[in-house]
């Protein structure tokens, strides 16, 4: 009896459960804000230093058929694609602080509204770019497919996070609101993934590098656009209902896809991001 106590008073113990997913979802944060952050100054001196230039070939290095001359429409689509990229990233990092939230709460209004525009703006010109120029996003149909039901997704999260504001209804709001943020976190997600894949591999395995197909790739689409909003729904459920023994399993779980995401955080940085800047 005597041993029960102390283990239900220890690691067991439903206190220590909430402090430990609580403290997961903190490494987590600390993770997406660390990548997200080199990922904005990649974006930034990159392609807006190109922009700056007015030398739009150089999204080319990066992006297959970035810039074709003469196309103006698909040319604006993707030039305004990737200047939205930073802000909404810098964006949704913003959203996600408990300090801007407390003390600046009309910076949170006002950001948020227009997170959800340009969360709108890009899954509509990410559509145009994937249908009108399949080439600039290499790989297989499966990708284009999982690409396009990624951006309905973050249509239906923005429409709803924006309604529930409106609405006051702030719990629901929240909800939908860190599922638009995993939604448009998903190519962010699929780029550490391959990189993290890649740096533990060193070399293509499961995939061709020409054609941008294989088992891999169809795998990293479906982890990376739909399997995390999954993955939210278990930690949202374990953080409002959960046992301790759920919440320890989840934090387990939270922690361990923080580690991975590090992996790949620090393998794009040095291996993508840094070498362009």
Known sequence: MTSQVIIDTGWRSPE???KAL???????FVTVLLGQTIFSLYIVVFYYGATVQGDFAQFNQVMPAGYIEGDGPGNIAVIGHVMFAALITVG???QLLPVIRRRLPALHRWNGRLYVLV???MSLSGAYMII???ELVAGSGFGHTALMINGAI???CAAMAFRFARLRQFDRH???ALRLFIAVSGVWMFRIGMMAWLGLHGAPVGFDPVTFTGPFLTTLHTLTYIVPLLFLEVYLRAKAQGSATQKLMTAIGVGLLSIAMLGGVL???????LPRI
Request: glycine share 10%; aromatic share 18%.
């Open 267 to 273: 393998s794009a940085t040095f291996g993508m991001w």
């Open 92 to 94: 949704g990092l913003l």
């Open 22 to 28: 609580d403290g997961a979802a903190r490494f987590w």
């Open 154 to 156: 973050i249509l239906l």
């Open 132 to 134: 009108t120029r399949s």
């Open 174 to 176: 929240r909800i939908w």
């Open 16 to 18: 220590f459960a909430s």
């Open 119 to 121: 969360a709108t703006v």
